[in-house]
């Protein structure tokens, strides 16, 4: 079920409706639960069981790696990890194994034909799979206490606004919410529904509507661009992806927010960012944080000397890179971010005490840098294929100076309003949160707002277009 | 830095929210009802929205031995499923998608091993030898709705048609926010290429996707001079491109409709080995636009060897004096009422196309 589909709205009134009717907080979670299940079922019904299955087994392992004594939990929690990481490497990365043995053995000569295994991806996997995944690995940690409670962990990894996308809320967050009924707060229904509407004006207007169509039409081309259609493809894709899984992540915290739960952040105005780290600390904070605690702290992340943090740096974005698709593309984007880490971490030790890199002018040098930077690295994220990201390098450092102009001028100054307008956003609020500056505005600027935003999504008649991070 | 571990309190702004909620709410809905107000003082009326779901709806109710209508626009409007229940004797079901190769949807209905029935077929040659592009995307896009269909899917179409059968405003080729912005009328580099604009509304929908031309386009008038002088461009051909050698392009093109010959006449003959029928129509165009059909396809070409390759009968439109006479108001399609009256007369010809 999509966030953005008469089918969800219809669902969300209903289970909001009969949530907040109910008296008894075991029957709410009941029916969170169900609810949950429903609408994950509702995309293909026998994958509810694969969740069902792995959540429990999740459960049990966290229960064993608790009650045996220290020298035993290792075994247990390399279950938990192998039997996750097999599931989600089986229907995500199967085929992708399959073809890079194939040409491995190529390569000296072997021919093999390995079968093309017909696997259907379960929506959301790889979200899925980290909400469980967290929770045996902080019951080892010591970081959580075992639930006693298999409904409670099955609602904490299939609760549905955070799902099939995010954000990755880890159990040892979500399971305390589920110990007493939500504590009353003035506001939050309200505010919930309009985070709500913001996250379905990001998809279905900004991305969907107003860029999504010139960054289709840019990377699917198969000739010599216009530098300026090849430019105007890769901004349009930074804001086709930043608008399309922001809106999902702040849809799904409004979403929890009207159930009384409360999640993180996921996005802080990224594209304010002053360097790559800082970028990592505003994009998909749930997954860097994931990354950062269960991964590069576990290899000694700084602790253990430059080199091997640089290298530490660098496998934990090689498997970033990876758990967003089975591709070589998704590997060198996460290589391309890691290498940037690396090298920004170099230049931080060697200019740490220049002057000009702490005025506003050159935090704004730097904040658009890192832009660009970032932008480079989407065209490897989003290109199909390695001659597609090649050729539309080219054309964006001007080597096809008769290239094809694609777009029209409507779609050019569309993706530039929108650029500029994001880009101005994050750089004004890089250092404050859209709480903040929603409490500053005017009530009739904010009505205003809220107004025109709900009459530019039944305006767009919700196309029903996916949110972008389901493949992943 | 520490682990994110404990349970954390969101902020929320210090602000009225429940009126600022019902405030926003209420001011939605009355421009919401002045949007639509405006839209129907246009000429615009409650409509279904041909979709994939309403298509896949359809092609679900397909049984062994139903009678299907496949193929492009014309036969979309020109056919009136009424007629062809009483002069045929089975109620048919339309299975044709404006702007679309026929070609997919056939060898879909081949390889569906159940299916024994008939198949009523439009050609345009200009559309069914299409290569690749929109015209076979379409035709593969309402595939893959049918075949992938979710449950969540399913429950969305419906509730969506509850909707659009009372609000005029839900037009999704035409009214939304992103076909309101292609009418700004800004204009193009010099060397952008551009695919033409597609024609604004100008038919009704029902459940059973029969498509009526509405009254406004039936008649002379700026709707019916819009849609007549956009087609001549959306009918000729795109330049090879830029970056293909145009004698590889057109060898490649050579290939793509001989394999189309080719892979239409296995397809037929994998429906009548199973005792299905697949009759071919060539439905009225006029104008202009017949003109440049005529000139791109003459009927000596791809329609006399489609006809020869598959084995199928065919009815080509200019054959039949009391099919030839129908006059289509857009160069296009028949209006409503002719729909009805060019069926009628169509239905002799196919029972003798279909007799055994």
Known sequence: MLFNSLTFVVFFVLVTGTYWTLRSWEARKNLLLVASYIFYGAWNPPFALLLFATTTLDFWLGDRIAAVPPAARRGWLVASVTVNLSMLGFFKYGNFLLENFQWLLGRVGVAYQPPHLDIFLPIGISFYTFHSLSYTLDVYRGATQPTRSLRDFLLAVSFFPQLVAGPIVRAADFLPQCAAPPVPRPGRFGWGLLLMTLGLFEKIVLADTLVAGSADAIFSYGGPLASLDAWTGVLAFSSQIFFDFSGYSTCAIGAALCLGFELKDNFRFPYGAVGISDFWRRWHISLSTFLRDYLYIPLGGNRTGPWRAVLNLVIVMFLGGLWHGAAWTFVVWGLLHGLCLAVEHALRNLYKNIQWTMTRGGQLLLSALTYLTVCFAWVFFRAADFPTAARLIRAMIGLFPHGDAILSTREIIQVGCVTAGLLLAHWNMRDTSIEAAVARLPRSLLLTLWTLMLCAIILTQGNGHAFIYFQF | ?356
């Not at chain 2, 076979?136 to 969305?156: C, F, M, P, V």
């Not at chain 2, 060397?191 to 038919?203: E, G, S, T």
């Not at chain 2, 080509?316 to 399609?333: G, I």
Request: glycine letters at 6%; aromatic letters at 10%.
């Open chain 2, 1 to 356: 830095m520490p682990s994110s571990t404990s349970s954390f309190e969101r902020v929320i702004p210090d602000l009225p929210w429940r009126r600022l909620a019902l405030a926003a709410a209420l001011l939605t809905t009355v421009a919401t009802v002045a949007w639509e107000w405006r839209v129907r003082a246009w000429g615009y009326a409650p409509t279904l929205n041909d979709t994939t779901d309403l298509w896949a709806q359809q092609r679900e109710k397909v049984g062994a031995d139903s009678l299907v209508i496949i193929g492009d626009s014309r036969a979309h409007f020109d056919l009136d499923l009424d007629e062809l229940e009483r002069g045929l004797g089975r109620r048919p079901l339309q299975l044709a998608i404006d702007g679309s190769c026929a070609y997919p949807i056939l060898a879909d209905l081949a390889s569906d091993e159940r299916f024994h029935g008939t198949v009523i077929c439009s050609v345009v040659p200009l559309m069914f030898f299409a290569p690749g592009g929109p015209l076979i995307a379409n035709s593969e896009d309402a595939l893959k709705r049918y075949h992938t269909r979710t449950w969540a899917q399913r429950s969305g179409h419906y509730l969506g048609m509850a909707l659009e059968e009372h609000v005029a405003f839900l037009k999704q080729d035409d009214l939304t926010l992103e076909q309101l912005l292609k009418r700004l009328p800004i204009p193009n580099r010099a060397n952008a290429q551009i695919a033409p604009p597609f024609p604004p509304y100008f038919d009704t929908l029902d459940r059973e996707r029969r498509a009526r031309m509405i009254e406004q386009c039936a008649q002379p008038g700026p709707l019916q001079d819009h849609i007549k002088f956009g087609w001549p461009a959306l009918y000729t051909p795109p330049p090879p491109p830029s970056y293909v050698p145009k004698e590889a392009f057109l060898e490649g093109m050579g290939k793509a409709i001989e394999a189309r010959f080719h892979d239409a006449a296995a397809a037929v003959q994998k429906i009548r080995a199973r005792g299905g029928k697949v009759v071919f129509v060539r439905f009225p165009n006029d104008g202009e636009l017949r003109k440049i059909e005529d000139a791109a396809t003459p009927r000596a070409g791809p329609w006399t060897r489609l006809l020869k390759d598959t084995g199928a009968p065919g009815i080509y439109f200019e054959d039949f004096p009391e099919l030839a006479n129908f006059r289509c108001p857009e160069w296009s399609h028949l209006s409503a009422p002719d729909s009805v009256g060019f069926t009628k007369r169509l239905v002799p010809h196919l029972k003798k196309a279909l007799a055994p």
